[in-house]
């Protein structure tokens, strides 16, 4: 009986573990898809660069995370995006109505031809990617810079703020 009881124990024991670990990967994925649903981006590759089967290309992932965050205040709404190893010549800003449009190319350049990757976690190709703004903005005053990897867009808010109070009679 006590033979038993143990791997009786021991069972209990991994099923809690295994329990414990399916909990972790969850709440990890629903985070992961709760803030970064808007940030995973689609990345094509030109007709020229097709990857075919044993090209370098081919291993690498058609979709990536491009982390942004979008802030508002008292005068400005403030858009961020983290653009890893890319220049400011290689992305494009377009506001349409209360929506910012980037897209630009992230191109895959490659020291030496005679290496095997193991980890391909990078995209490459073109990119499009639309943030709603939440709030009209200045287009006439916007700003853009780049530096250390990060495009910065500073948008000047349109106008006073929309909200006011009504007496009753």
Known sequence: MTMLNSLKKTGEKIGHEISRAWDSLSEGWRELLSRSSDSLTKFTHHKEETPTAGSALAAFPSWSLLAGELEETAKDVLVR???PGMDKDDCQITIDGNTLYLSGEKRFERETSDSTYHVMERAYGSFQRAIPLPRNVNIEKAQASFKNGVLTVRL??????QAKSLPVS
């Open 81 to 83: 995006i983290e653009l």
């Open 156 to 161: 000047p808010k349109e106008g006073k703020d």
